[in-house]
């Protein structure tokens, strides 16, 4: 529990505020919904997870908008960033592979779309990755390998074409810029924008000149799929 502990104190802070102002909202309210994983590197290990973000995207939608399942994984604690990215899009890749629902219909199957975000149990789910090996940007740092999956109903008001998606974009940024002690990631973009990719935003670099995937590492795997 002691990560969860640090976690909410992270969030709740009031000398340094979190950029995320839903994760902060979240950890006050207690709406956020906790598992762990015993070994990043064990895939066998992996095998509670498909159930347990099923759960989560059942019990979710009572809990109101501010709400995430946040995901703690053991093993070790001194890769590379590259390693830790690799791990990222093999869960993600295992959570696919064992789902037992249809992809969403509204969804495109290619992650190069603007309307493209990761699935899971019909439901499309923003997902965000902390490691450690994020040392400068703060705000993708954790002790531990960690996933947060936040169900895309409660982005809604993060539409690019809304004033309060406009304000709430603005105000998050202008958080991590003092947060991170950097600019943010010029990839972040809105979900919808012709020019956005959303799975760009899910494992973001130290800095901007670090290179990364031209085309998305995760695949879809349904017979139809684009």
Request: glycine share 6%; aromatic share 14%.
């Amino acid at each position: 529990m002691q990560r969860v502990d640090n976690l909410i104190l992270t969030l709740t802070s009031h000398e340094e505020l979190f950029p995320c102002t839903f994760a902060a909202s979240a950890a006050k309210k207690r709406t956020l919904r906790f598992g762990f994983i015993e070994n990043l590197t064990d895939q066998d290990s992996w095998e509670p997870l498909p159930d347990m973000l099923a759960e989560y995207l059942i019990i979710g939608l009572p809990l109101g908008r501010d709400t995430s399942l946040v995901v703690f994984f053991g093993g070790p604690v001194d890769l590379r960033i590259e390693e830790y990215r690799k791990y990222f899009w093999d869960v993600l890749q295992y959570l696919h592979a064992n789902d037992r629902d249809p992809w969403p219909e509204g969804i495109p199957y290619s992650a190069d779309h603007p309307l493209w975000e990761f699935s899971y149990a019909g439901e499309p789910v923003f997902v965000v990755c902390n490691t450690p090996a994020h040392t400068k940007r703060r705000s993708r740092n954790n002790p531990g390998f960690m996933m947060t999956f936040q169900p895309r109903w409660t982005l809604n008001e993060l539409k690019a074409n809304t004033v309060k998606g406009a304000t709430a974009r603005k105000t998050i940024r202008e958080r991590l810029r003092k947060f991170d002690r950097m600019g943010p990631y010029h990839k972040l973009g809105s979900y919808g924008d012709e020019d956005n990719r959303e799975w760009r935003q899910y494992f973001l670099p130290e800095l901007d000149s670090e290179p990364l995937d031209d085309t998305c590492p995760f695949r879809t795997t349904w017979d139809n799929a684009e």
